[in-house]
Structure formats: C-alpha cells, structure tokens
C-alpha cells in the first residue's frame, strides 16, 4: 500500500515541479510589468562616448529626464542613475541582478606587507627628483611625474620591474598612450612571462625541498594558479597578459588623477594646506613619512581625501550589465541592459551637500562622517559618497588607492611649496579633460620649493 502511493507521488513529482516552473514564470511576467524608465530621444552623440566628457554628458541627461533613464548607445539597451536612492537600489537592492562585467580576480595581494616597501622606495625616488628640479628652479609637470610614479609602483609589484627603467619600452607609461604601447605592452609582457617562466623552473630545479622563499609578485601568483592543476583558475596566456593590463589601466591614471586633484585644490585653498600640514606636523612629526596606521589620529587628513574624492572621483561613472530583468525606482530594467551609476554627480548631489561645488574639507568633520575604521565612508555604505562603486563589484584597488592617494599627497605637501601662475599662488584652472578616468584638462605644472632643510631622509 504504502509502496503504491509512493509511486503516485513520484508519478505526480514532475506536474509538482511544471507547475512551480509555469507558477514562477507567470508571476515574473506579472511582476515586470513594471514600465521601462523614461527614454530621451535618440541619443546621437553617445556613439563618440570617448571623445566626451560622459559623466558631464550624462548629468545634462538626467537634469532633462529624471533619476532614472533608459535609452540606446548604439543598438545596446543603456540605462543610467544619478541619485544616491537609484544608486543604491542598483548597486544594493537588486546586486545580484546586475553585477556583470568581465570577471577580474580579487586584488587584495597588491597590498600586501611584502610589498610595501616599493611604494615607499618608489615615493622616494620621486620626491628626489622633485628636489632636483626645486634646486634648478625648474617647472615640473607634476601630473606627468604621478603618473610615472603611479606606472612604476603598480609595474614593480605586478611584474618586480619598474617600466620607466626600459626607456625604450614603456617610458611613456601605459595609461596616457595606451593606444599606441598596446603592441609594445605585448611584447614586453611576452619578454617579461619568458624570464619569469625560466626563473621558476631555475627556482623549481634547485627547490627540491619546496623552499621558495624568493619574494612573489603579481605575476608570480598568476603563474602558480595557472600551473596549479586543482586551480579553479585557469588562466590562459592572453588572459594573464589582459588581467595585468586591466589592473594597469583601471589603477594607474585614477590613483595618480586624484592626488593631482587634490593637490591642485590645496594650491588653491591654502587655508586647508596650512591646516593640514599642521594636523602632519603634530601627529607625524617633520622627518616620518605618513604610514597608514597614522590615519586614525589624522581626522582633517581623511577629511581632506573624502573632500577630493567626492568632488574627483577618478571613476566617475560606474558601468555594469544586468543579467535578469529586475525592478529598479518601480521601472524595469530588462536583462542585458548596460546600467551607469553617476558617482560624478551622486557626489554633488544639491539635495544632500551644501554649497557642493565647494571645496571644504570641514563638512566631513561631523559625527556622521567619522566612523572608527579610518576611510571607511569611501568603501560603499554611504550611498551619498561612492568614489570606489559598492557592492561585490566595487573597487578592488580600493586599499591600494587609499594608501597611495594619502601618502603621496602629503610627502608632496610636506617637502615641498608648489608655485603655480604668475606670482606663484594659482590658481590652479579646474576644468575637466575628457575621458573615463577624469583626468584634468591641463596637467597641473608648478615650480617646486623645497620646504624643509635639512630634506628628510624619506
Ligand atoms: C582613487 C583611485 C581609484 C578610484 C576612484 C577607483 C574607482 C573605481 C570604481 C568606481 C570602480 C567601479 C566599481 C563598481 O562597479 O561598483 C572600479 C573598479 C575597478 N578598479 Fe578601481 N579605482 C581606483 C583605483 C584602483 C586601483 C589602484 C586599482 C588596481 C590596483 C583598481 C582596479 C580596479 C578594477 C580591476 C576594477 C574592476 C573590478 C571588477 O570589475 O570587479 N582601481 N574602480
């Protein structure tokens, strides 16, 4: 008995199943039916999307058509958000919804310990060269030297070589003529792979015993995963070369553009330096360099990066896709849709800021922008400040920046005066260049004047 009515049960088993199937379907179809957000007219100029200033584009969009817009880059269904209420039913609500974007591995090892010691030999080696210029009197074309410095940082740890020692090869640096290095950047990988490659199996003869002591960079990681046969991993040459390029290209030109904003909003406000180098001076001494650990007893410090980040947020618009319909503000996005987040805008946001075109580091002094972990507002909680995106998808350079933004801003401002314009005190233009990673329109150059004497022994 018992057994014929467990074969009834299987028997109905699949008309169970078909009709939870057919049940979730309908009421997916029901649920969105929610309307598409409101679309503009046919967008011609978002074909040339590279040669604009987008974020800027975009805000003149969502001026016209709301908080929420649908529209077509070419025959890509696009939609865009530009308030910190849209943002957060994006990049929160409905994360799992729209997520995609080509998978890049987690980049916590760029900051590992091991490595620290190349940001601050690296730092060094710029401060001396910025005094070298100083005793010449000669301008420096700070923005350029950031990025140099941001290239061979981010190159020594990935590949444990600096690209500006090869001038041959990629003295230019890989960010500003990304283009045209393309090939070059092939070629280098491809040398840099084989010695890698022929180190390790010199490294593999010798290590019978499994010692490898030998320090690891980035690349180093990537070959073991890629040799590691249980390795979920499994890399193939060209992904190797294209993951070293995309963190190139996603952390070189945003780290190094942020501290030139930075700077260039201090040569302006000399009120905040003065204040800030006071604030190092006490809590850090003349002769130290600035180490994370120092940031929590450096409130107007973090004030001031969180004031340059929500004014230059070097990734001004977030892009994903999302892979299921879902429902966002009460519209719906269909699957497949390019979603753009406007952190450019979410940051001077009218309704939220006071006066948020200004420049005033003082507005995050307040208790609700003092959390105990030092930087934590920038990591994505506070949908009013999202400099690094939020979410599974948000930053994974964020750590790195916030070591590099900070300590090379104040090595910078602690060494050296920074004259600008005719009488040496700006201003400082602040227009906006074109491209994804904000970059200014000019490249901030100034004379340097060396501040301390005797120079530090940083
Ligand atoms: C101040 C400097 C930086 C800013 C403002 C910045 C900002 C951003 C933003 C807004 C996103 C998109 C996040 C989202 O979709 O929610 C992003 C993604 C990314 N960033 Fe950064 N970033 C910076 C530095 C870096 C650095 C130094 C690295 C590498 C060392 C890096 C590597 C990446 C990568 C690989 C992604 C894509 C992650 C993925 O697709 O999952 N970024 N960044």
């Known amino acids: 008995m018992a057994n014929l ?33 409101p679309s503009p007219p046919a967008l011609p100029i978002i074909g040339h999307i590279h040669h604009l200033i987008p974020h800027q584009a975009f805000h003149k969009l969502s001026t016209r058509y709301g ?23 994006i990049l929160k609500t409905n994360e799992a919804y729209i997520l995609n974007r080509p998978k890049v591995a987690n980049l916590d090892f760029l900051t590992y310990e091991q490595l620290s010691h190349v940001r601050h030999e690296e730092i060094r080696r710029f401060l001396r060269l910025m005094l070298k210029k100083s005793m010449a009197a000669e301008a420096v074309d700070v923005g350029a030297e950031l990025m140099r410095l941001a290239n061979n940082i981010m190159s020594r740890m990935l590949l444990r070589q600096r690209c500006s020692d090869s001038k041959s090869e990629a003295d230019e640096g890989f960010g500003k003529r990304l283009k045209d290095a393309h090939n070059r950047f092939d070629l280098m990988m491809e040398r840099i792979m084989k010695e890698h490659e022929d180190e390790r199996n ?60 930075g700077l260039s909003e201090l040569i302006n406000h000399p009120d905040v330096m003065e204040k800030a180098r006071q604030e190092i001076n006490i809590v850090v001494g ?9 940031f929590a007893n450096l409130p107007y410090l973090q004030a001031v990066i969180k004031e340059v980040l929500r004014l230059h947020p070097t990734g001004p618009l977030v892009v994903r896709e999302s892979s299921e319909d879902c429902t966002v503000a009460g519209y719906r996005i269909p699957a497949k ?82 004259r600008v314009g005719d009488g040496g005190n700006g201003p400082v233009d602040m227009d906006e260049g074109p491209g994804l990673t904000l970059p200014r329109a000019n490249s901030l150059v100034c004379v340097t004047v060396a501040r301390l004497n005797p120079f530090p022994s940083i």
């Open 67 to 89: 908080p929420l817009i649908y529209f077509f880059i070419g025959s890509k269904p696009s939609a865009l958000a530009s308030t910190p209420d849209v943002a957060k039913e």
């Open 337 to 418: 849709t390019r979603v753009f987040v406007n952190l450019w805008l979410i940051g001077r946001d009218p309704n939220h800021w006071e006066n948020p075109r200004e420049f005033r580091p003082e507005r995050f002094l307040s208790e609700e922008w003092n959390p105990e972990i030092p930087m934590l507002d920038l990591r994505g909680q506070n949908f009013h400040l999202l400099p690094f995106g939020s979410g599974r998808r948000s930053c994974p350079g964020a750590t790195f920046a916030l070591q590099f933004v900070p300590t090379t801003l104040v090595a910078i401002i602690k060494c050296f005066e920074l």
């Open 202 to 261: 010199k490294r593999n003869e010798k290590a019978v015993d499994g010692d490898h002591a030998a320090e690891k960079d980035i690349l180093d990681i990537l070959l073991d995963k890629y040799e590691d046969e249980r390795s979920e991993l499994r890399l193939t040459r060209e992904n190797k070369k294209a993951f070293i390029m995309n963190i190139f290209r996603a952390g070189t030109d945003t780290s190094s553009a942020t501290v030139e904003w």
């Open 5 to 37: 009515q467990e074969q009834e049960y299987l028997l109905l088993l699949p008309f169970f199943l078909a009709s939870i199937i057919l049940f979730r379907t309908i009421f997916n179809k029901v649920q969105n039916k929610a309307p598409l957000p």
């Open 286 to 294: 003349k002769n130290r360099v600035v180490e994370e650990s120092n």
